[in-house]
């Protein structure tokens, strides 16, 4: 089992697992509680949230250059930041940021002009490249000021140092234990840093010389200008840095992974891409107020994206005090794991669980799905702040490539999961991009 867990965890789930709403394992380094029912996921995550913190390991995996982020920080810490950056993500500001996701989807059409029609081209690469783009327009404005690719070559390799789960963090062996890949990461975390800090006292310049005349037109603004609605504090410049790079690293290798999956299912369903193309002709020719709410079919192929090949495969919590769950007694330590990507092919509750359905997300539909059964962003307290900033990049990026190219999988190709943080396509994804004669 360990080493299937550490190629790829997904390989752990058994067909059993699919049907049975909770079940206890025990696995080599903790007793493990599976939840995968609605009623009792809503329990853990919601209504006895505080005796479930994230469990060790997500802790060590997090706290490297993301500790005193949003998504590393607990107790009175993250309730400070979360009421902090609440605005900073509020349903108006993320609209405003529509013409740069347009802008950034606009540039990947024009390099993809330039491909030939025999490239094979490994879309999976493009989309992290797409969405590090995206969150340089959109929370720098002015760009990183640094190589992108060698920003997105940096980022990967983070991503595959932090995602490395071995014997030592399973059976809880002390961080001053060195880790393989620790000082190549702390070079890449240095290389990040030095990019932020340049970026922010730049920005902070800015900002002391016209104070009243820089427009929050950016995150970074945003965050720098942010202040606690309770006690007018604003966050530490710290905070500020592990915020960013938690934004850049968590939301780039997440919406990347959900466009690359759109994009593959979309390549499978030749009638839905075509739904979706007719639908980008008509409301990307109009006006930008209210595109995202009029790009329904696109929304619902996101979704379903989400829901077969969710970015985080599983959450995990560990039991603070005696408690239970659907008639299980959970021990104090006990870890309890809810994944995304069993629940959400669950035979209990999805219909053709394993097909490629959107209409499952189209109006009137959708609201007959549990609250507790799709969770591609987490829920509870500390459900991801970017969801609809997320889901608004995703439907956006996505029309504007159906658009104007068709894509198919290149011959020979196998695509198959692997969960390594996010869930990513192992091999990538090779494809053949074919502009469209006419739009």
Same mark, same amino acid.
């Given at each position: 089992?360990?080493?299937?867990?550490?190629?790829?965890?997904?390989?752990?789930?058994?067909?059993?697992?699919?049907?049975?709403?909770?079940?206890?394992?025990?696995?080599?380094?903790?007793?493990?509680?599976?939840?995968?029912?609605?009623?009792?996921?809503?329990?853990?995550?919601?209504?006895?949230?505080?005796?479930?913190?994230?469990?060790?390991?997500?802790?060590?995996?997090?706290?490297?250059?993301?500790?005193?982020?949003?998504?590393?920080?607990?107790?009175?810490?993250?309730?400070?930041?979360?009421?902090?950056?609440?605005?900073?993500?509020?349903?108006?500001?993320?609209?405003?940021?529509?013409?740069?996701?347009?802008?950034?989807?606009?540039?990947?059409?024009?390099?993809?002009?330039?491909?030939?029609?025999?490239?094979?081209?490994?879309?999976?690469t493009e989309m992290t490249l797409l969405t590090l783009n995206v969150l340089a327009l959109t929370i720098f404005s002015d760009g990183?000021?640094?190589?992108?690719?060698?920003?997105?070559?940096?980022?990967?390799?983070?991503?595959?140092?932090?995602?490395?789960?071995?014997?030592?963090?399973?059976?809880?062996?002390?961080?001053?234990?060195?880790?393989?890949?620790?000082?190549?990461?702390?070079?890449?975390?240095?290389?990040?840093?030095?990019?932020?800090?340049?970026?922010?006292?730049?920005?902070?310049?800015?900002?002391?010389?016209?104070?009243?005349?820089?427009?929050?037109?950016?995150?970074?603004?945003?965050?720098?200008?942010?202040?606690?609605?309770?006690?007018?504090?604003?966050?530490?410049?710290?905070?500020?840095?592990?915020?960013?790079?938690?934004?850049?690293?968590?939301?780039?290798?997440?919406?990347?992974?959900?466009?690359?999956?759109?994009?593959? =299912?979309?390549?499978? %369903? #030749?009638?839905?891409?075509? $739904?979706? !193309?007719?639908?980008? *002709? +008509?409301?990307?020719?109009?006006?930008?107020?209210?595109?995202?709410?009029?790009?329904?079919?696109?929304?619902?192929?996101?979704?379903?994206?989400?829901?077969?090949?969710?970015?985080?495969?599983?959450?995990?919590?560990?039991?603070?005090?005696?408690?239970?769950?659907?008639?299980?007694?959970?021990?104090?330590?006990? =870890?309890?794991?809810? %994944? #995304?990507?069993?629940?959400? $092919?669950? !035979?209990?509750?999805? *219909? +053709?669980?394993?097909?490629?359905?959107?209409?499952?997300?189209?109006?009137?539909?959708?609201?007959?799905?549990?609250?507790?059964?799709?969770?591609?962003?987490?829920?509870?307290?500390?459900?991801?702040?970017?969801?609809?900033?997320?889901?608004?990049?995703?439907?956006?990026?996505?029309?504007?490539?159906?658009?104007?190219?068709?894509?198919?999988?290149?011959?020979?190709?196998?695509?198959?999961?692997?969960?390594?943080?996010?869930?990513?396509?192992?091999?990538?994804?090779?494809?053949?991009?074919?502009?469209?004669?006419?739009?």
């Amino acid at each position: 089992m360990l080493s299937t867990l550490k190629r790829n965890p997904l390989e752990c789930w058994s067909a059993d697992f699919f049907e049975l709403p909770i079940a206890r394992v025990t696995l080599p380094f903790a007793d493990a509680v599976l939840v995968h029912e609605p009623a009792a996921i809503k329990h853990v995550l919601v209504d006895n949230a505080a005796n479930y913190r994230k469990d060790p390991i997500q802790r060590r995996i997090l706290a490297v250059g993301l500790g005193d982020g949003l998504l590393s920080v607990e107790g009175e810490r993250w309730e400070v930041q979360r009421r902090t950056l609440a605005p900073v993500f509020a349903r108006r500001t993320v609209i405003g940021l529509t013409a740069a996701m347009l802008s950034a989807g606009q540039g990947l059409v024009e390099r993809w002009r330039r491909f030939a029609p025999s490239d094979v081209v490994d879309v999976a690469t493009e989309m992290t490249l797409l969405t590090l783009n995206v969150l340089a327009l959109t929370i720098f404005s002015d760009g990183v000021a640094s190589d992108l690719d060698e920003f997105r070559l940096a980022m990967n390799a983070y991503f595959a140092t932090i995602g490395r789960i071995g014997a030592l963090d399973l059976f809880g062996v002390p961080e001053i234990v060195p880790r393989p890949g620790r000082r190549r990461l702390k070079q890449t975390m240095s290389y990040f840093e030095g990019v932020i800090d340049r970026i922010i006292a730049a920005r902070q310049r800015r900002l002391g010389a016209c104070p009243q005349s820089e427009p929050a037109t950016d995150l970074l603004t945003l965050l720098l200008r942010a202040l606690d609605p309770s006690t007018g504090r604003p966050m530490s410049l710290t905070e500020v840095r592990s915020n960013i790079l938690t934004f850049l690293s968590a939301g780039h290798e997440t919406t990347a992974n959900t466009l690359a999956w759109s994009l593959f =299912l979309l390549s499978q %369903a #030749p009638e839905w891409a075509k $739904r979706v !193309r007719d639908e980008a *002709d +008509r409301e990307l020719a109009g006006s930008h107020e209210g595109l995202v709410e009029r790009l329904v079919v696109t929304r619902a192929v996101v979704e379903e994206a989400l829901r077969l090949y969710p970015p985080i495969a599983a959450l995990s919590r560990s039991a603070e005090r005696v408690d239970e769950v659907g008639g299980v007694t959970i021990r104090p330590r006990a =870890l309890i794991v809810v %994944a #995304p990507y069993v629940l959400h $092919r669950h !035979r209990t509750l999805w *219909d +053709r669980p394993d097909e490629f359905d959107p209409t499952r997300f189209m109006p009137g539909a959708r609201a007959r799905i549990a609250r507790y059964a799709y969770l591609p962003f987490g829920a509870g307290p500390r459900t991801c702040i970017g969801a609809s900033f997320a889901l608004q990049e995703a439907t956006l990026v996505l029309a504007m490539l159906i658009r104007h190219f068709d894509l198919t999988l290149a011959p020979g190709a196998e695509v198959w999961p692997q969960q390594k943080i996010t869930l990513r396509p192992v091999n990538g994804l090779p494809m053949l991009i074919t502009p469209r004669r006419a739009n």
